[in-house]
């Protein structure tokens, strides 16, 4: 049996027919093709799932698409201005924290939780808040420096 | 698709939830929290021994590797308001069993009331499953590690259930009868957990020891609650819980009767830490040896009736 739920993606309301047992992952990939949104492991080890639900770092792997509904969904798609990149974007392509990239849509949300939560974290803040989020080419150190100098980017601009 | 067909029940208070308990009692139901433990559970597994999740179950056990018979029919509780929340009075400390792990850390309540609980939610898993599990899924799920599970027991922690039945309390150290295995009957679900306040005069502490500091399973871990006497030297009361050494958390009561009543000191701390390690029953699995696990228990022991003592100390 489908259930109509209203998916509210990046600020956009959807509406869709979805299966119970459908992973909010796969309607995001799949039925809105927002494909910046990886998937990985799918049992909430490696983050690279990680969206925003009512701005709180989520596996979109291990949550219903129905459990979404009704509340505010943000992905990678989500945060530029137009062509106008995130500073977290343009910080972790400046710092090279971008190697072969699929972690990277989940870092940036995490990054972006963190820093509207706190805009003045440490160096040991961003590692913790980024613990759930696994990069297997970087050593995490450019990601640390890329969030680091994007904190202080956002701080300058208000 | 990933997940076997289910169908997904979304009530809003706890009465609908046991209403719909007792209607389903004869189908294969499946309480959804956070989902964290669940959905892992449930879905089909690529590799037959993919993942052996469970601390402390004997290898031969069935429990960690077979996937669980998928459920026909799933009770979500996230869209209820009354299971959520942290509350405090005169006399006890409230925890709605929706409370996910990331509140329990952020509360000022939870840290300055109950310092071990608010340790060992730090702990668990990593910042995104802390988002999504709750308390109350982390101790139906009862793994002998559970991060929070193990605190409770040290705090005397009070589980309430509700069913179509009525409601029941029931003390946190007998809830798990084995590695997933609780006296929860059929039709109940957790509600709230409750504290016992305390004026001052007492401190607690959870550690746990593992192989990384996010997303990991304890090889062991410990937790403590120390009740001071009025001249702050006697232990008027003391609680020691053990995690990842047996099929449920453990009571260290050997510890535990020789601390009561006594005045606190190194040697005496020294003393329960190597009782503790003889109430231990661990086993040998992936994760560490029978041996390794039985000299960390002593040791981890003592660190925390330390650092239990200091915050007991602290608060006067």
């Known amino acids: 049996m489908k259930k109509h739920i209203t998916l509210n993606v990046n600020g956009k309301d959807h509406e869709l027919l979805v299966e119970d047992n459908r992973l909010l992952v796969d309607v995001i990939r799949e039925d809105l093709h927002l494909t910046g949104t990886k998937k990985g492991c799918g049992i909430g080890d490696c983050g690279v799932c990680t969206v925003l639900m009512d701005g709180v770092p989520t596996f979109s792997c291990l949550v219903l698409a129905i459990q979404a509904s009704g509340s505010e969904i943000v992905t990678i798609e989500g945060i530029s201005d137009g062509n106008d990149l995130h500073p977290l974007q343009q910080a972790f392509i400046d710092h090279g924290a971008v190697q072969c990239g699929f972690c990277t849509s989940g870092m940036i949300l995490s990054s972006l939780a963190l820093l509207n939560k706190n805009p003045s974290p440490t160096e040991k803040d961003i590692r913790k808040a980024l613990s759930g989020n696994l990069c297997r080419c970087t050593g995490y150190q450019k990601i640390v420096d890329a969030v680091l100098a994007a904190a202080e980017i956002m701080r300058a601009e208000g | ?316």
């Open chain 2, 1 to 316: 698709m990933v997940l076997p067909r289910f169908e997904v029940i979304e009530p809003k208070t706890i009465s609908e939830v046991c209403i719909e308990l007792a209607r389903l009692k004869n189908s294969n139901v499946r309480l959804l929290a956070g989902g964290t433990d669940l959905f892992v559970d449930i879905r089909k597994k690529i590799l037959p021994e993919h993942l052996p999740r469970c601390s402390g179950c004997p290898p031969e056990s069935n429990d960690p590797q077979v996937p669980m018979k998928p459920p026909e029919f799933l009770i979500s509780l996230s869209r209820i308001n009354e299971l959520k929340g942290i509350y405090v009075d005169e006399s006890t400390i409230s925890i709605g069993a929706m409370t996910t792990i990331t509140e329990l850390t952020e509360s000022d309540i939870i840290g300055k009331y109950l310092g071990a609980l608010a340790q060992g939610a730090d702990s668990l898993g990593s910042p995104l499953v802390r988002n999504r599990g709750t308390i109350g899924g982390n101790i139906a799920n009862a793994r002998p590690a559970a991060d929070t599970f193990i605190p409770a027991v040290a705090l005397e922690g009070t589980i309430c259930v509700s069913s179509s039945d009525g409601n029941r309390e029931i003390p946190a150290d007998s809830f798990a009868e084995g590695p997933g295995q609780t006296v929860l009957k059929k039709n109940e679900f957790i509600t709230h957990l409750i504290f016992e306040k305390y004026r001052n005069k007492y401190g607690s502490a959870y550690q746990k020891l593992a192989n990384r500091k996010a997303l990991e399973i304890s090889t062991i871990s410990v937790g403590a609650f120390l009740l001071l006497s009025d001249d702050l030297k006697g232990i008027e009361k003391a609680r020691i819980a053990l995690g990842a050494v047996g099929p449920t958390p453990i009571l260290a009561t050997n510890a535990m009767n020789y601390l009561q009543g006594k005045e606190h000191a190194e040697s005496i701390f020294n003393e329960a830490s190597k009782l503790a390690a003889k109430d231990a029953k661990p086993i040998t699995d992936h994760r560490s040896s029978r041996e390794y696990r039985l000299e960390m228990v002593e040791v981890i022991t003592k660190r925390v009736l330390d650092f239990a003592l200091k915050r007991a100390l602290k608060r006067n």
